[in-house]
């Protein structure tokens, strides 16, 4: 009867210890451009202490990692590698030469983002050279930025671009913890340069 506690007892811890370590979740979301469009191919990146994934959005801007371990602490970043020149042209120069103006002023922390070509936290005349030496063949890239910003969505609509409240590390989502229940991080894909949003997603 006593080994049979024993055994049992065993058995028990077992169960338990195999419960803890098997327990994982999935880290999901969707990535879209500022006017809804799903953006495919965007790199989405899972890192912990012992864990590091990567994987793409497919055509929906869906992106989906299983078997992450719960109650751990998690990085998440995404990017996406793409022409420079994709949707930049003259009329996005337009655009952004207004809003300088005065005359018709930016409504979004997307557009904003998007004109900010040179990553100067502001839409200047500086911002107009790059885009404009991008178009003439000039330069290949904008020298001091990506072609496309993938911003963490939550964060985007509580910030405020105009009042110097953004920064650069909008691209990841740091750090979050994993608990039983799924997790959902949704991205918006802002192309450098593109003021109407015109560029292949």
């Known amino acids: 009867m006593k080994l049979l506690k ?3 007892t065993v058995l028990t811890f ?3 210890a195999f419960n803890l370590t098997a327990q994982t979740t999935t880290v999901s979301g969707r990535v879209l451009n500022k006017l809804g469009v799903p953006s495919t191919n965007v790199e989405i990146t899972l890192t912990a202490t012992n864990f590091d994934q990567t994987t793409t ?3 929906e801007g869906n992106y989906e990692f299983t078997e992450v371990p719960v109650n751990e602490e998690f990085s998440i970043n995404a990017i996406k590698e793409d022409d420079h020149l994709n949707g930049v042209s003259t009329f996005d120069l337009v655009f952004l030469t207004r809003h300088i ?3 018709n002023i930016f409504e979004t922390n997307a557009d904003f983002i998007a004109m900010d070509v040179n990553n100067s ?3 200047t005349a500086f911002d107009l050279v790059q885009a404009r030496r991008l178009i003439l063949g000039i330069t290949e890239e904008f020298p001091n930025n990506t072609a496309w910003r993938i911003v963490n969505s939550t964060a985007l ?3 405020n671009f105009a009042q110097g409240s953004l920064d ?3 691209q990841a989502t740091n750090p979050f913890m994993t608990t039983t229940d799924a997790t959902i991080i949704n991205f918006t894909a802002i192309k450098i340069g593109d003021a ?3 560029a292949i997603p």
Request: hydrophobic share 40%.
């Open 6 to 8: 024993i055994y049992s």
């Open 14 to 16: 077992v169960f338990l």
């Open 57 to 59: 959005t497919d055509a």
């Open 101 to 103: 103006l005065g005359i």
């Open 121 to 123: 936290g502001a839409n």
């Open 157 to 159: 609509e509580s910030a």
């Open 168 to 170: 650069n590390n909008l």
């Open 196 to 198: 109407n949003g015109n």
